[in-house]
């Protein structure tokens, strides 16, 4: 496999890598005949699986805490996130700010909240566009195979190598520091592995009795993805997806650090923590309390990751 | 592992070369703002001094060739925002800067990251195991701009052992470096116990032990050359993300390299230096990847490119 993508592309460091680091072969191969046994016992195995790992239920909890919170920010924050008070600066924990307040006299708490709103709200939705592209274009390459899919691969081989983060930065320059464009952007930095999967997944279906079936008595193609090829796809996508959620929360955050992500007077993690750094001198819980918040949620989301790939795959082995 | 092969590549990478070069240069010419619309309002004389100087005021596609042109020359332009100063005069000073922190980041994460990985496997479920891999997770999920401050804060500000930020002495080098090559020693770390792992579980290496090699032999000599492979394929994504750290690592230390020139022009919009270092930023990854290929046909003879 190995030396036939090399053959085929050339490059293939990326492919390499996530054998490595993902062990992806192992566990799309595993879902795939998991799949044929029964398809709602799957789930409720995973699940059953998931509910023993106990560092992948609390990551659970605690997103699910998190998410709860970003939701009903804009009621439960105690203070607005941009309302300063010049003479209130670095004002230190007290009961009218549980964090203080930074530079500007702002709470501090309301802005981690209303910031871990937006750092979420873009993870969670350039995530969706990168399934979206990702699956889509993985589906139809994958399905008419041949010519179509050996050059819908090569070009994604292609694309491989290009750094996507200067792409974006690039973007974000010329066409100001737009937040639906940052959604956009980031979403398209992370639909190849996605495509790969995807394919995959599809030319071991496109072989399946049940498909053939659905083509000959005249199924159209559209119809035969959505409903019986992309649905039966889905468990390798959505343990990818939980592995791209963070790295798009890290991409925004480390964007917003460099001052091209969120613009002030909106935060997100890592805005906040560019501005941590700034005043860390005078008051290290400006960067401590942004700092802790990313890393709890990017550690939630690995756990959580690795706890979906065991789940999803009985016959991994647990090194 | 032929010279077609590489080839190959070359010519596979011309059109995506072209288009980004193309995208790029249409992007600039297109940008919201011209360069020159900065807080003053030029005179129209000297604005239309400044299109002349900049070739500004010909058709759209003798710009274009003409920036073909330059490329052709290695000549990146002249910077928009900093008067009498080219692109290519900033790269020649930042670039040896970057150079170094990022060659020294690399040094540490493989020193350290391969060290720690062949001793983890080695002594496999004990303290030697269990610690750098704790660690390691830690290297993994933590990113560059949480890093880099709190190791400020403990080492700079908080025990008052090295200094916060510049690039003088090597006393500024020590912070920069391991906050770049942190994250890089700990996938190296855990990639290399793994490979090393699988490895050391052949039957080459029981006949190796069986016919009396010293253990030093026999990890040293047969083990490393396979248990090392995964590590290789790394280096190629690797040396793409410190090119990408980079960009946090300079700008939290104040360090004057080509990742805090591109971040300062990409918030200046000074179009033709931001243009000029991603150019050189794809060309470096490229290369890097290509190397990383060769050596990994080199080392793994089950891999030949046609």
């Known amino acids: 496999m190995s030396k036939l993508s090399v053959d085929a592309t050339g490059f293939s460091t990326y492919s390499r890598l996530l054998q490595n680091v993902l062990r992806l072969r192992r566990f799309t191969v595993g879902v795939t005949a998991v799949t044929q046994k029964e398809s709602s016992g799957l789930w409720s195995d995973a699940w059953r699986r998931l509910k023993a790992n106990r560092l992948a239920m609390f990551g659970l909890i605690f997103l699910a805490f998190e998410a709860a919170i970003a939701i009903l920010t804009p009621w439960i924050a105690p203070h607005p996130f941009d309302v300063q008070s010049l003479e209130n600066t670095f004002a230190n924990p007290s009961m009218a700010h549980w964090l203080g307040t930074d530079a500007l006299g702002r709470d501090v708490l309301s802005r981690l909240l209303f910031g871990s709103r937006i750092s979420l709200m873009v993870g969670f939705l350039a995530s969706m566009v990168s399934v979206i592209v990702g699956v889509v274009y993985g589906a139809v390459a994958g399905w008419f195979g041949g010519k179509i899919d050996s050059w819908m691969m090569r070009i994604v081989d292609v694309m491989y190598a290009l750094p996507f983060i200067f792409l974006v930065i690039i973007l974000m320059v010329y066409f100001g520091r737009d937040i639906r464009l940052l959604f956009l952007a980031l979403g398209l930095t992370q639909w190849l592995t996605m495509a790969r999967i995807a394919r995959g997944q599809v030319l071991g279906l496109k072989r399946k009795e049940f498909v053939e079936a659905a083509v000959t008595v005249g199924v159209p193609t559209h119809r035969l993805l959505s409903r019986h090829i992309i649905p039966n796809a889905i468990g390798p996508v959505i343990v990818y997806l939980t592995l791209t959620v963070p790295a798009v929360i890290l991409e925004e955050a480390f964007l917003s650090f460099l001052g091209l992500g969120v613009q002030p007077p909106h935060a997100s993690w890592g805005s906040l923590i560019s501005s941590g750094v700034e005043a860390m001198e005078i008051a290290p819980r400006l960067l401590i309390a942004p700092a802790i918040a990313l890393s709890l949620t990017l550690f939630s989301l690995n756990f959580l990751g690795d706890g979906l790939r065991d789940a999803l795959d009985p016959k991994g082995s647990t090194d | ?306």
């Open chain 2, 1 to 306: 592992m032929g010279l077609r092969w590489l080839l190959n590549r070359l010519v596979v990478t011309i059109p995506v070369f072209f288009t980004v070069v193309t995208a790029v240069f249409f992007m600039i010419r297109f940008a919201p703002g011209g360069p020159f619309d900065s807080e003053k309002e030029l005179p129209p004389g000297v604005k239309e001094n400044l299109a002349a100087k900049y070739h500004l005021d010909e058709p759209l596609y003798q710009q274009y060739l003409r920036y073909w042109g330059d490329l052709a020359h290695g000549d990146l332009g002249p910077s928009f925002k900093h008067a009498n100063r080219t692109v290519n005069e900033i790269i020649a000073e930042s670039l040896p800067v970057s150079a170094e922190l990022g060659l020294l980041a690399l040094f540490w994460a493989m020193l350290i990251g391969v060290s720690s990985g062949i001793v983890a496997a080695l002594k496999r479920n004990t303290l030697w195991d269990y610690i750098p891999m704790s660690v390691s997770i830690l290297g993994i999920c933590l990113p560059t701009f949480v890093i880099g401050p709190l190791l400020v804060l403990a080492f700079a500000i908080g025990l008052d052992w090295l200094p916060v930020a510049g690039w003088e002495s090597w006393e500024h080098r020590v912070l920069p470096s391991i906050t770049l090559g942190f994250a890089y020693a700990a996938y190296l770390s855990r990639l290399t116990r793994g490979g090393m792992l699988e490895i050391l579980s052949q039957d080459f290496i029981r006949t190796a032990r069986a016919k009396g090699l010293s253990e030093a032999r026999v990890v040293l000599h047969h083990a490393l050359r396979g248990g090392l492979l995964p590590v290789i394929s790394y280096l190629g994504p690797a040396i793409a993300g410190i090119l990408t750290g980079a960009l946090v690592t300079e700008t939290i230390f104040h360090i004057p390299g080509l990742g805090r020139f591109f971040v300062e022009s990409a918030l200046n919009r000074d179009y033709t230096v931001v243009m000029g270092t991603a150019l050189l930023y794809f060309a470096l990854i490229f290369v890097c990847n290509m190397l990383v290929d060769v050596a990994y046909a080199l080392l793994d003879p089950r891999v030949r490119y046609e």
